[in-house]
């Protein structure tokens, strides 16, 4: 995986927490709405996403001459997406923000369906504190990216390395 | 033949691809509307010390209504505001008292099946002595549905009754 870029989110961890944020959000909350299912979106999001953040950035870097996995980028995802989370879930600017920024996103989508009439309407947010209980599943994102990135700097040979 | 290497790429593309979408498709917990209703001011006199007003809140969905105050002419603390919704609310609407300057939310119905127009009071008392207070007070109802493509198609109005 250590020379193909966004290769961490094929990590079957990773990949596990994709399908259960699927699961929980298009299934386990209707079929059982309840505590832990207001939970385990955020879990499982703070698994992967700072390995999709991580993913982008491999991508543009490999499109624009090349990339080996990085400890900082990983870092910077891993706090990038702690920072945003808890600023989404604890004010009402990130909450806002966070309303008006998924209408966004949603919108082409929404569009395209004909389902829209062109205005951009926020969409609903529970602002929940103890959703933070969610951060430390970020140390398990950066295991996936760091043990990846470990790899590389073994296997990467000394003399290139030298300039 | 493609390799070993191009095939684990192009899945590590589509697990982006997937992860984006999937992020966007279900980071959201619904849509919901919100209408402006009547915004005036009362003024609670020595002769007429309170005053009750009567709204209509037309929803098709799970509604919640804010009533904004602000007290002027004398010590805000001499005023009480309570605003509760009519008997054909929801088994889970509530009640709220505020006194002096406040913002109140109110929950009218949470239910399922609210897609009616409910009656709302706002109560407005003056507990000063020959004293006089100006009240400005603005209603704001707010819809919501639990579906993130409904909010074309849920609605909410408030108007005096």
Redesign the interface.
């Known amino acids: ?1 250590r ?5 961490a ?2 990590h079957p961890v ?2 596990g927490a ?1 399908v259960l ?2 699961a929980n ?2 299934v386990l909350k209707r079929v059982c709405p309840g505590w832990l299912t207001g939970k385990l ?1 955020d879990f499982a ?1 703070m698994v ?2 700072p390995l ?1 953040l991580q ?2 950035w491999e ?1 543009a870097a490999k499109a624009s001459g090349g990339f080996a996995p990085s400890r900082r980028i990983l870092l910077a995802a891993v706090i990038s997406t702690g920072v945003v989370f808890s600023w989404i879930k604890l004010t009402t600017a990130g909450a806002d923000a966070y309303r008006y920024g ?1 209408a966004l ?2 919108w082409p ?2 569009w395209a369906a004909g ?3 062109g ?1 951009l ?6 602002q929940d504190r103890t959703d933070l209980l969610a951060l430390p599943m970020l140390a398990v994102g950066y295991w996936i990216g760091a043990a990846r990135c470990s790899i590389q700097r073994r296997r990467t040979p000394a003399s290139a390395l030298m300039p | 033949m493609i390799g070993r290497s191009a095939f684990l790429q192009i899945a590590a593309y589509l697990a982006v691809a997937l992860t984006g979408a999937a992020s966007i498709a279900t980071s959201c917990d619904g849509s919901f509307v919100a209408a402006s209703g009547p915004r005036a001011s009362v003024t609670l006199t020595e002769a007429q010390p309170s005053q009750t007003l009567q709204f209509a809140v037309r929803t098709n969905a799970k509604s919640y209504v804010a009533a904004r105050l602000h007290v002027s002419g004398m010590s805000p603390a001499n005023v009480q505001a309570k605003v509760f919704p009519g008997p054909n609310a929801g088994s889970d609407a509530g009640e709220v008292t505020a006194v002096g300057s406040a913002e109140t939310n109110l929950v009218l119905c949470w239910e399922s099946t609210c897609s009616r127009t409910i009656s709302l009071t706002l109560e407005l008392s003056n507990s000063a002595p020959g004293q006089s207070a100006v009240v400005d007070y603005a209603l704001e109802a707010t819809a919501q549905s639990d579906s993130c493509d409904d909010s074309d198609s849920i609605f909410v109005e408030v108007s005096p009754l």
Do not use: E, K
């Open positions: 995986m020379n193909i870029s966004a290769g989110l094929l990773a990949l994709v944020l699927v959000d298009h979106s999001g992967f996403f999709f993913g982008i991508i998924m996103l949603r989508m929404r389902n829209t009439d205005r309407i926020p969409c609903a947010f529970t």
